[in-house]
Nanobody
């Protein structure tokens, strides 16, 4: 079983930065791709970014490219994935979910962390 625990959300002004973290535990987690999705009320979940098991390959949604950076650390039975978010915009406001598994059907989801960007 894989468990994901996110942290780092909060309130920030437009143009500011936040860094989200997600600690994934489980004996196979280092072999999984990991990533982030986000969701706002009334809308479908939206892909944000993903990174492969080794950290060598990343992919981003067009809406966050050049502003967000995903990275990861693998250590023992845990993997931590980060999402550095710069130049934040009000439209980035959402609940951000950490995911792990085999893309595109990620099997494991975190509980979500709220990011609010004020104008």
């Amino acid at each position: 079983q894989v468990q994901l625990v996110e942290s780092g959300g909060g309130l920030v002004q437009a143009g500011g930065s936040l860094r989200l973290s997600c600690v994934a535990s489980g004996r196979t987690v280092s072999s999984f791709a990991m990533g982030w999705y986000r969701q706002t009320p009334g809308k479908e979940r939206e892909f944000v970014a993903a990174i492969n098991w080794s950290g060598e390959h990343t992919i981003y949604a067009d809406s966050v490219k050049a502003r967000f950076t995903i990275s990861r650390d693998n250590a023992n039975a845990e993997s931590t994935v980060y999402l550095q978010m710069n130049s934040l915009k009000p439209e980035d406001t959402a609940v951000y979910y950490c995911v792990a598994g085999v893309p595109p059907d990620y099997d494991y989801w975190g509980q979500g962390t709220q990011v609010t960007v004020s104008s």
